[in-house]
């Protein structure tokens, strides 16, 4: 699976939006890009995944770049419970997860 | 969102002790689970991908002999740690595949601690 590079860290003011950034340069035609959050001590959560096209749900945006080297995952309005680390992993189908290190969202009250 | 169950949620043991880990998927089918453990401060690492009426596949550096996976329904995965010992504490997280979405579902995650 193809690699991906995040941020460390971030901080977002509370009820600003927050655009989280992945890059995946080497990103295959068939890699999905999903994207999770884990609280502490908590197994990581679905917050929502695509392929090509732009995806909305009623957690997240996710943008991706039209030569799908990049994404964003787009939260509308912060709030202190999506502090989280959150994963940008690439995957093709029926393929394992392997979790990189991720970008840590402090929000700030 | 689908829903996974992972029990016990905190265990503490003896060394040389054997501990089961429950994994069940409470409201779909999963041909496929899997688990990962979780050290402080660090990542998730895939352990193992659990299958239904086959033997697991373990990542490479995984000891198979002392992580035992048995995967005996659709809804029912267990990981056993066998003769643990304080270097097997860690976080270990199982979850659950919906296929034809490949989204994986996660437990709520096990601590355990081997004294």
């Known amino acids: 699976d193809a690699k991906t590079t995040q941020p460390n860290s971030m901080e977002s003011n509370e009820e600003e939006p927050v655009h989280l950034p992945c890059n995946h340069s080497?990103?295959?035609?068939?890699?999905?890009i999903h994207w999770y959050r884990q609280l502490p001590s908590q197994g990581p959560e679905y917050v929502i995944h695509?392929?090509?096209s732009n995806v909305n749900n009623r957690m997240a945006s996710l943008a991706i770049a039209e030569d799908r080297k990049s994404s964003t995952l787009i939260l509308h309005r912060a709030t202190l419970r999506d502090a989280a680390v959150y994963y940008c992993?690439?995957?093709?189908?029926?393929?394992?997860?392997?979790f990189g290190s991720g970008t840590k969202l402090n929000v700030k009250p | 969102g689908a829903v996974v169950s992972q029990h016990p949620s905190r265990v503490i043991c003896k060394s040389g002790t054997s501990v089961k880990i429950e994994c069940r998927s409470l409201?779909?089918?999963?041909?496929?689970m899997f688990w990962y453990r979780q050290f402080p401060k660090q990542s998730l690492m895939l352990m193992a991908t659990?299958?239904?009426?086959?033997?697991?596949?373990?990542e490479q550096g995984v000891e198979k002999d002392k992580f035992l996976i048995n995967h005996a329904s659709l809804t029912l995965s267990t990981l056993t740690v066998t003769s643990a010992h304080p270097e097997d504490s860690s976080f270990y997280i199982c979850?659950?595949?919906?296929?034809?979405?490949?989204?994986?579902?996660f437990g709520a995650g096990t601590r355990l601690s081997v004294l």
């Open positions: 080497t990103i295959s035609g068939t890699d999905y």
């Open positions: 695509g392929l090509t």
């Open positions: 409201d779909f089918q999963a041909t496929t």
């Open positions: 992993i690439l995957t093709a189908i029926f393929n394992k997860f392997y």
């Open positions: 659990s299958n239904e009426g086959s033997k697991a596949t373990y």
């Open positions: 979850s659950a595949r919906i296929a034809s979405v490949n989204i994986q579902y």
